[in-house]
C-alpha cells in the first residue's frame, strides 16, 4: 500500500466515525435535552426548598419591624415619667433606625416593592416624629410629644403600618 491509500483510508474513516458521531447525537438529541433540563428543575426546586425558609423568616422580621416602628408600640416603650422632649424624639428616631439597620438585608428576600413601601414607612414615621417636635411649645415634655403623634396618628383614615403589614402578608402568600 502507498501513502496516498492509506491516508484516504484514514480520512474515510475519521468521515464515517463523524457521521455516526452526529447521526448518534442527531437521535439522542431529545433525549439529552430532557436530562438537562429535568436536572436544572431539580436544582430549582432543591434552591427554592432552601431559600423559602429565609423568605419566610424575612417577612416574619419585617412584620416585627413594622410592628416596633408603630408610634404607638414605639411611645409605649420608650416613654418614661418625666422625659424631655429631646430625649423621647431622640430615643424614638434612634430606636427606629437601629430596628432598620438590624433588619435591612431583608431585602433579598423581599419583593423589592414591599421593600420600597417598608422602607418609606419608616420614612414616614421619622418625619412624623420629626414634624411634630416643632409644633409643641418650647416647655413641653415628652407626655405632649407622645400626645401630638397619637393625635395625628388617630387623624389618619386608613393605619400605614397595618396597611404595610397586610402587604407584607399578600407577599407571602405569593409564595405558595
Known amino acids: 500500500m502507498n501513502t496516498q ?23 439522542l438529541r431529545n433525549d439529552i435535552q430532557r436530562f438537562f433540563n429535568l436536572k436544572t428543575i431539580e436544582l430549582n426546586k432543591e434552591s427554592r426548598a ?27 416603650r420608650l416613654h418614661q415619667q418625666g422625659i424631655a422632649i429631646a430625649t423621647l424624639q431622640a430615643g424614638i428616631l434612634n430606636e427606629i433606625r437601629a430596628e432598620y439597620q438590624h433588619n435591612i438585608t431583608q431585602q433579598l428576600y423581599i419583593d423589592s416593592v414591599t421593600w420600597g413601601v417598608v422602607r ?33 396618628m388617630a387623624g389618619i ?15 407571602i402568600y405569593k409564595l405558595f
Not at 491509500?5 to 437521535?27: E, N, R
Not at 383614615?157 to 407577599?171: F, S
Open 50 to 76: 432552601q431559600i423559602l425558609p429565609l423568605r419566610l423568616q424575612a417577612h416574619e422580621r419585617l412584620i416585627i419591624f413594622v410592628d416596633r416602628i408603630n408610634p404607638a408600640n414605639l411611645l409605649v
Open 157 to 171: 383614615d386608613e393605619n400605614p403600618y397595618d396597611l404595610t403589614i397586610e402587604m407584607i402578608k399578600k407577599d
Open 120 to 152: 418609606k414607612l419608616k420614612d414616614d414615621t421619622i418625619a412624623m416624629i420629626n414634624n411634630a417636635v416643632p409644633g409643641l411649645p418650647a416647655d413641653a415634655n415628652g407626655i405632649e410629644l407622645s400626645k401630638a403623634i397619637l393625635q395625628h
Open 5 to 27: 491509500q492509506i491516508l484516504v483510508d484514514i480520512i474515510i474513516l475519521f468521515a464515517g466515525i463523524f457521521m455516526a458521531l452526529m447521526a448518534t447525537y442527531y437521535i
